[in-house]
C-alpha cells in the first residue's frame, strides 16, 4: 500500500484517523501497531512476522542494555549492543545482499552457486538503520530505555515512516511516543503538508516519471544529446518530487498523529557545492552515517589522512545502502571523492565563485551522479554518458529531440520553479503582509488544497503508472 493509492487515501487513512481519535489516549500506540502491522501487511504479507521478530528481539536488547548499564556491567552492554548491530544487519545483509554476493562469486570463481532470489522486505533499509539507532542511544545514555512493547512497536512500524523514512532516530519522538499531544493546529498543518507531497507525487514526479521512462528506452546508440540531456533532466525532477513528496506525506501524517519527524530534504537543487547539496538532500540519512559512522571512526579529529579514509568509508556504505549493485557502490564513492576534494581545496574556490558558477558546477556533477544512480548496467549508465557529452554518433539532435523539447519545457520550467525555495518565499512575503488569520489567505490556501487532492485523485483514477523509486531501498 502506497500513500498516492485511492485505497489509502480513501479508506485506510479514515479509517485509522477514526479509531485513533475514539479510543483514549493510553490506547493509541496501540491503534498505530495494529494499523501499521496491518499497512505492512497489505504488501509484505509473510514479512509481518519478520517485522514482529525485530521488534521483539531489539524491545529486550534494549532492555538487557539498559540493565546493564544500571548494573555497571559495562561489558555486558557492549557486547548486547555488538550483537544488536550485527543481528540487525545480518537480517539486511541476508535478505538484501546475498544475491549479490553470490552472483559475483559465480563470475569471479566461475562456480555455480545458486541464487536464493529472496523478494526483499520492503522499507527494511530504513526501518533497521531506526532500530539501530535506538539501541546505540540507550547504549550511549543519550535516550532512556522503553519499558512498553506497543510503544516501542510502534515506533518501529509507525505507518507514516516505515516504507521511506525519513529515517527517524528514537530520542527524536521518545518524549511524543509516551506523551504527545494531539492538537487541531496540528493535524491542520498536517493536512497541509500531506497535500504538498501528494501534488508533488502524483501530479509533478509521476508526469515527469513518464518522460524519463521514454527516452531511458530508447537506447543510448540512438539517444541524441539534446534527447539525453532532457532525459536525466527528468530523472533528476522525478527522484527529488517523489521521494521529497513521499517524505513530506510522511511527515504530514505524523503531524495528525501528534509527532513531529525532522524535515528530509531542503530544496537541494539550490546547492552551491556537493558539500552543500548532501546537507539539504535526505537529511536523515546523511545525519545517521555521521552519527553512528562517521563521528565513532573518528571523524575529523586524527588529522586528514584519517578523516579521508573514513570519509570514503561512509560514502561507500551510503551507495551500498542503497541497493545491491555495482552503480550504487560507484555511485558513493563518486561523491566521497568529490566531498574529499570540497574539503581539500574546491569549497575555498567555490565560496570565492560567483554563486551561479558554483551551483552549475554542483547540478552538473549531481546530474551526472544521477546517471550512475538510475542504471544497474555500469555500462548502460557509461553509454548514457557518453550520449550526453555526443560520443555515441546519434548526433546532437534529431525530430523526436525538438518534439520532447517542445511538448516537455513547459513542464520543465514548471518543475525548475516547484524545485526552488522561490514560492515558499514568495508565500511567506505574502502572509507576512495580510492579518495570520486573514479570511482571504485562508481561502486560497483551502482552495488550492482542494484543487492538489481533486487533481490528483483524478489522476489515481485514470492511472496506470505510479512507482515509488525508494521502494527498492
Same mark, same amino acid.
Given at each position: 500500500?502506497?500513500?498516492?493509492?485511492?485505497?489509502?487515501?480513501?479508506?485506510?487513512?479514515?479509517?485509522?484517523?477514526?479509531?485513533?481519535?475514539?479510543?483514549?489516549?493510553?490506547?493509541?500506540?496501540?491503534?498505530?501497531?495494529?494499523?501499521?502491522?496491518?499497512?505492512? $501487511?497489505?504488501?509484505?504479507?509473510?514479512?509481518? =512476522? %519478520?517485522?514482529?521478530?525485530?521488534?521483539? #528481539?531489539?524491545?529486550? @536488547?534494549? +532492555? !538487557?542494555?539498559?540493565?546493564?548499564?544500571?548494573?555497571?556491567?559495562?561489558?555486558?552492554?557492549?557486547?548486547?549492543?555488538?550483537?544488536?548491530?550485527?543481528?540487525?544487519?545480518?537480517?539486511? $545483509?541476508?535478505?538484501?545482499?546475498?544475491?549479490? =554476493? %553470490?552472483?559475483?562469486?559465480?563470475?569471479? #570463481?566461475?562456480?555455480? @552457486?545458486? +541464487? !536464493?532470489?529472496?523478494?526483499?522486505?520492503?522499507?527494511?533499509?530504513?526501518?533497521?538503520?531506526?532500530?539501530?539507532?535506538?539501541?546505540?542511544?540507550?547504549?550511549?545514555?543519550?535516550?532512556?530505555?522503553?519499558?512498553?512493547?506497543?510503544?516501542?512497536?510502534?515506533?518501529?512500524?509507525?505507518?507514516?515512516?516505515?516504507?521511506?523514512?525519513?529515517?527517524?532516530?528514537?530520542?527524536?519522538?521518545?518524549?511524543?511516543?509516551?506523551?504527545?499531544?494531539?492538537?487541531?493546529?496540528?493535524?491542520?498543518?498536517?493536512?497541509?503538508?500531506?497535500?504538498?507531497?501528494?501534488?508533488?507525487?502524483?501530479?509533478?514526479?509521476?508526469?515527469?516519471?513518464?518522460?524519463?521512462?521514454?527516452?531511458?528506452?530508447?537506447?543510448?546508440?540512438?539517444?541524441?544529446?539534446?534527447?539525453?540531456?532532457?532525459?536525466?533532466?527528468?530523472?533528476?525532477?522525478?527522484?527529488?518530487?517523489?521521494?521529497?513528496?513521499?517524505?513530506?506525506?510522511?511527515?504530514?501524517?505524523?503531524?495528525?498523529?501528534?509527532?513531529?519527524?525532522?524535515?528530509?530534504?531542503?530544496?537541494?537543487?539550490?546547492?552551491?557545492?556537493?558539500?552543500?547539496?548532501?546537507?539539504?538532500?535526505?537529511?536523515?540519512?546523511?545525519?545517521?552515517?555521521?552519527?553512528?559512522?562517521?563521528?565513532?571512526?573518528?571523524?575529523n579529529r586524527k588529522g586528514m589522512a584519517r578523516q579521508i579514509c573514513n570519509l570514503l568509508i561512509v560514502w561507500l556504505l551510503t551507495g551500498f545502502w542503497h541497493g545491491a549493485s555495482w552503480n550504487f557502490m560507484l555511485w558513493g564513492v563518486y561523491f566521497g571523492v568529490l566531498l574529499i576534494l570540497e574539503?581539500?581545496?574546491?569549497?575555498?574556490?567555490?565560496?570565492?565563485?560567483?554563486?551561479?558558477?558554483?551551483?552549475?558546477?554542483?547540478?552538473?556533477?549531481?546530474?551526472?551522479?544521477?546517471?550512475?544512480?538510475?542504471?544497474?548496467?555500469?555500462?548502460?549508465?557509461?553509454?548514457?554518458?557518453?550520449?550526453?557529452?555526443?560520443?555515441?554518433?546519434?548526433?546532437?539532435?534529431?525530430?523526436?529531440?525538438?518534439?520532447?523539447?517542445?511538448?516537455?519545457?513547459?513542464?520543465?520550467?514548471?518543475?525548475?520553479?516547484?524545485?526552488?525555495?522561490?514560492?515558499?518565499?514568495?508565500?511567506?512575503?505574502?502572509?507576512?503582509?495580510?492579518?495570520?488569520?486573514?479570511?482571504?489567505?485562508?481561502?486560497?490556501?483551502?482552495?488550492?488544497?482542494?484543487?492538489?487532492?481533486?487533481?490528483?485523485?483524478?489522476?489515481?483514477?485514470?492511472?496506470?503508472?505510479?512507482?515509488?523509486?525508494?521502494?527498492?531501498?
Amino acid at each position: 500500500m502506497v500513500f498516492s493509492s485511492l485505497l489509502f487515501l480513501f479508506l485506510f487513512l479514515p479509517a485509522v484517523l477514526l479509531i485513533y481519535f475514539l479510543v483514549p489516549k493510553k490506547l493509541r500506540n496501540g491503534v498505530l501497531l495494529v494499523f501499521s502491522l496491518f499497512f505492512y $501487511a497489505w504488501g509484505e504479507p509473510m514479512y509481518v =512476522f %519478520l517485522m514482529l521478530f525485530t521488534i521483539v #528481539l531489539d524491545f529486550f @536488547l534494549g +532492555l !538487557l542494555v539498559d540493565r546493564c548499564r544500571q548494573r555497571g556491567k559495562e561489558q555486558g552492554a557492549r557486547w548486547t549492543v555488538i550483537f544488536a548491530v550485527a543481528s540487525n544487519l545480518g537480517l539486511l $545483509a541476508f535478505f538484501k545482499y546475498t544475491d549479490f =554476493f %553470490l552472483g559475483n562469486i559465480n563470475g569471479i #570463481l566461475h562456480t555455480q @552457486l545458486p +541464487l !536464493l532470489r529472496i523478494a526483499l522486505p520492503i522499507g527494511i533499509s530504513f526501518y533497521t538503520f531506526q532500530i539501530l539507532s535506538y539501541v546505540i542511544d540507550v547504549y550511549r545514555g543519550d535516550t532512556r530505555v522503553q519499558r512498553s512493547i506497543v510503544s516501542f512497536g510502534a515506533y518501529v512500524v509507525l505507518f507514516p515512516q516505515l516504507i521511506a523514512g525519513p529515517i527517524v532516530r528514537y530520542q527524536t519522538v521518545a518524549e511524543e511516543l509516551d506523551s504527545r499531544r494531539e492538537t487541531l493546529e496540528d493535524f491542520s498543518a498536517g493536512i497541509s503538508r500531506f497535500m504538498c507531497g501528494l501534488g508533488k507525487k502524483v501530479l509533478l514526479a509521476n508526469n515527469v516519471g513518464l518522460l524519463w521512462e521514454e527516452i531511458s528506452g530508447l537506447g543510448a546508440a540512438n539517444t541524441p544529446v539534446l534527447t539525453a540531456w532532457i532525459g536525466i533532466f527528468a530523472f533528476a525532477f522525478q527522484i527529488y518530487f517523489d521521494f521529497s513528496g513521499y517524505s513530506d506525506m510522511a511527515i504530514g501524517l505524523g503531524r495528525m498523529f501528534g509527532f513531529h519527524f525532522l524535515e528530509n530534504f531542503n530544496y537541494p537543487y539550490q546547492a552551491v557545492s556537493i558539500t552543500d547539496f548532501w546537507r539539504r538532500w535526505h537529511i536523515s540519512l546523511s545525519t545517521w552515517f555521521k552519527e553512528y559512522v562517521y563521528i565513532p571512526l573518528g571523524g575529523n579529529r586524527k588529522g586528514m589522512a584519517r578523516q579521508i579514509c573514513n570519509l570514503l568509508i561512509v560514502w561507500l556504505l551510503t551507495g551500498f545502502w542503497h541497493g545491491a549493485s555495482w552503480n550504487f557502490m560507484l555511485w558513493g564513492v563518486y561523491f566521497g571523492v568529490l566531498l574529499i576534494l570540497e574539503k581539500l581545496f574546491l569549497l575555498k574556490w567555490l565560496k570565492n565563485a560567483p554563486r551561479w558558477t558554483a551551483h552549475l558546477y554542483t547540478m552538473f556533477l549531481v546530474l551526472i551522479s544521477w546517471v550512475i544512480f538510475a542504471f544497474d548496467n555500469l555500462s548502460a549508465g557509461l553509454s548514457y554518458v557518453q550520449a550526453m557529452f555526443g560520443m555515441t554518433g546519434a548526433g546532437l539532435a534529431d525530430g523526436r529531440s525538438l518534439y520532447l523539447l517542445y511538448t516537455s519545457l513547459p513542464m520543465l520550467v514548471i518543475l525548475f520553479f516547484a524545485s526552488m525555495d522561490w514560492g515558499k518565499r514568495l508565500l511567506g512575503w505574502i502572509s507576512a503582509r495580510l492579518k495570520p488569520d486573514s479570511l482571504p489567505l485562508a481561502l486560497a490556501q483551502n482552495a488550492a488544497f482542494a484543487g492538489i487532492l481533486l487533481l490528483s485523485v483524478a489522476y489515481l483514477v485514470d492511472a496506470s503508472y505510479n512507482p515509488f523509486l525508494y521502494f527498492r531501498f
